[in-house]
């Protein structure tokens, strides 16, 4: 394939990413809030919030095709921002209300969508990462590599659904579902951390090493 393909396909795996977080987040956050199930509406906002970051991956191949170079614009350097100033709000409401949640020994409904839900999240992250990793190798670039690393971070966060749902329908216990979300938590405090490391110009973030991040551009 030509290194225009190449774009090409990244191109079409960022508008992919875009629509599927869409989806996943409509539906997490209603099957979220009816069954009060906090980790599934909780990883439902997270997916929205994956949302302006991935259109921000979408608008920097746009420019790399149009003009070259991996060096982020304002535009990029905003969404980044606004990507981490979320993450890190919805820390703190995931905290604020497990711990609510805890003291009150509240209970889901039930947690199969949670299971449903998690389980095509972790299948489609697979496939993105596969081929999300096969454009940045054949494009030698360490900025899709980067959003690889990204939708790692999303089947991480699809694993820890999987297991407070799948948890909670084997006992019953509704500290598993406070504790997938204090998990859920963490790990989006840790994408918050690394969205304004790459605003601040990192080359690598969601846990790659930036030391081992190629410096070659397209």
Known sequence: MTREQWLQRANWLALFTIFYNIAEGVGSVWFGAADETLSLFGFGVDSFIEVISAIGIWHM????????????????????RITGTAFYLLTIGLVLTAGINLYQQHKPETTVWGIVISLLSISFMWLLIHYKTKAATALASPAIMADVACSRACMYLSVALMIASVGYELTELGYFDAVGALVISWLTYKEGRESFGKARGLACSCSCSCGAAKESSL
């Open 61 to 80: 191949l746009r420019r790399i095709k149009a003009n070259g170079g991996e060096s982020r614009d304002e535009f990029e350097q905003r969404a980044l």
